[in-house]
């Protein structure tokens, strides 16, 4: 079955650290994206990209970088620039162009500080 | 820019009853597209209905449907009948024709009453 697989699920970093979130499409998808998910904060958009080797900031990109350096793939590294790290994290993709195409979400993964 | 605000950040329903959750958005674009995503305890996003701007008739999805008003920039969602498993997060969110970002509310948590 087509979708989308984060890894891992739930993650730990210690202070100065930097960590990284893999997420995995195989849904052909042009389109990525990482959000950021808190209480009350809806999804706020970390980073997207639309074509291999390219990427664009979101609304939340500090403190946080991506590679898309396959289609199928766009992993996220928080980076210790990110001070307040701890917060859900969901990928997801989507045919790009018009059309209004919905995005497919991974199950998202829990990081949290040490 | 663009903004969707969900007025309601939790409701209640009793089993078998309808509720409507309540969106609105501020755009000054005309081609564009609306959702609705549930959230369960699971966390996965899961996508429940799509309307696009340029149709008048009112998209539905089994028990639920949407009463999406143009002019007002108003795009609610009702459940019928609703059953415990509807018991999650729900977001609105906002596309437009000519981008691949999608813009999210904050989220309704709706509890179902047995």
């Known amino acids: 079955d087509g979708g989308i697989t984060q890894s891992p699920k739930y993650l730990f970093r210690k202070e100065g650290q930097n960590v990284t979130l893999s997420c995995e499409q195989n849904l052909n998808h042009d389109a990525m994206y990482w959000y950021r998910q808190d209480p009350g904060q809806g999804l706020r958009l970390i980073y997207y990209?639309?074509?291999?080797?390219?990427?664009q900031k979101g609304d939340i990109a500090e403190g946080y970088s991506v590679s898309r350096e396959k289609k199928e793939s766009f992993p996220l590294t928080v980076t210790s620039a990110q001070k307040n790290p701890t917060a859900f994290y969901l990928c997801?993709?989507?045919?790009?162009?018009?059309?209004?195409?919905?995005?497919?979400f991974g199950d998202g993964t829990r990081l949290s500080i040490l | 820019a663009q903004t969707v605000t969900q007025s309601q950040p939790e409701m209640s329903v009793q089993e078998a009853e309808t509720v409507t959750l309540s969106c609105t958005y501020d755009?000054?674009?005309?081609?564009?597209?609306l959702f609705w995503y549930k959230q369960p305890p699971s966390r996965q996003m899961i996508l429940v209905i799509r309307?696009?701007?340029?149709?008048?008739q009112n998209a539905t999805e089994n028990r639920f449907s949407v009463n999406f008003q143009k002019a007002a920039k108003s795009f609610s969602l009702k459940i019928s009948d609703s059953q415990l498993g509807d018991a999650a997060m729900y977001f609105c969110a906002y596309r437009m024709n000519r981008d691949d970002k999608i813009i999210f509310g904050k989220g309704t948590r709706l509890h179902i009453l047995p």
């Open positions: 755009t000054s674009e005309s081609d564009y597209y």
């Open positions: 309307q696009e701007a340029y149709k008048q």
């Open positions: 990209s639309q074509i291999v080797n390219d990427f």
């Open positions: 997801a993709s989507s045919i790009i162009g018009a059309g209004g195409q919905p995005q497919h």
